[in-house]
């Protein structure tokens, strides 16, 4: 299906809109944001049935026009642990900010899923945020310019956006 086609992007944003409440009535409860339920997100807004963490490499198309490659990721279940992991433990130490802009960008950055990478990044950043009280715009959240990731002054601006963000 074409991403350009006007129907092909109202579904996209149903699917984004229904994994943005999802996200907001489990993130207040008793579940956790884990690799399990990162890929569950996931699966909301793609609406895949099979497996959809990425196992081999691929070449992904910048907003610049700069093309990036994603070598091969062995196991990216445990990653994905290991990225959420730190950003709680981050965001515990009253580092709040520092922790989504982390989760955000290692999730963008690892390309971990076949599809919907960056709107995942969305969601767990905004689980992550709400798990500790903090409010923002999912929908702005999408639509903020993140350039590339790997210049740090881009690192740096998302970390302020996020911040700005706030409810």
Same mark, same amino acid.
């Given at each position: 299906?074409?991403?350009?086609?006007?129907?092909?992007?109202?579904?996209?944003?149903?699917?984004?809109?229904?994994?943005?409440?999802?996200?907001?009535?489990?993130?207040?409860?008793?579940?956790?944001?884990?690799?399990?339920?990162?890929?569950?997100?996931?699966?909301?807004?793609?609406?895949?049935?099979?497996?959809?963490?990425?196992?081999?490499?691929?070449?992904?198309?910048?907003?610049?026009?700069?093309?990036?490659?994603?070598?091969?990721?062995?196991?990216?279940?445990?990653?994905?642990?290991?990225?959420?992991?730190?950003?709680?433990?981050?965001?515990?130490?009253?580092?709040?900010?520092?922790?989504?802009?982390?989760?955000?960008?290692?999730?963008?950055?690892?390309?971990?899923?076949?599809? &919907?990478?960056?709107?995942?990044?969305?969601? &767990?950043?905004?689980?992550?945020?709400?798990?500790?009280?903090?409010?923002?715009?999912?929908?702005?959240?999408?639509?903020?310019?993140?350039?590339?990731?790997?210049?740090?002054?881009?690192?740096?601006?998302? &970390?302020?956006?996020?911040?700005?963000?706030?409810?």
């Amino acid at each position: 299906m074409n991403s350009k086609n006007p129907l092909h992007k109202q579904l996209e944003q149903q699917k984004f809109e229904h994994a943005v409440l999802y996200v907001s009535n489990s993130s207040r409860g008793i579940k956790k944001l884990t690799s399990s339920e990162l890929s569950h997100l996931n699966q909301l807004l793609t609406g895949a049935q099979e497996e959809t963490w990425r196992l081999d490499s691929t070449e992904v198309q910048l907003p610049t026009g700069k093309k990036v490659q994603f070598n091969l990721v062995n196991n990216p279940i445990s990653l994905a642990r290991d990225i959420i992991g730190n950003a709680f433990q981050k965001a515990g130490n009253q580092e709040i900010f520092e922790a989504a802009s982390y989760l955000y960008s290692q999730l963008v950055l690892w390309h971990l899923f076949k599809d &919907a990478n960056r709107r995942t990044a969305v969601l &767990a950043t905004l689980w992550l945020l709400q798990e500790f009280d903090v409010e923002i715009n999912a929908e702005k959240l999408h639509h903020v310019p993140i350039g590339d990731l790997r210049d740090p002054s881009n690192l740096e601006s998302l &970390a302020q956006r996020i911040r700005q963000l706030k409810n």
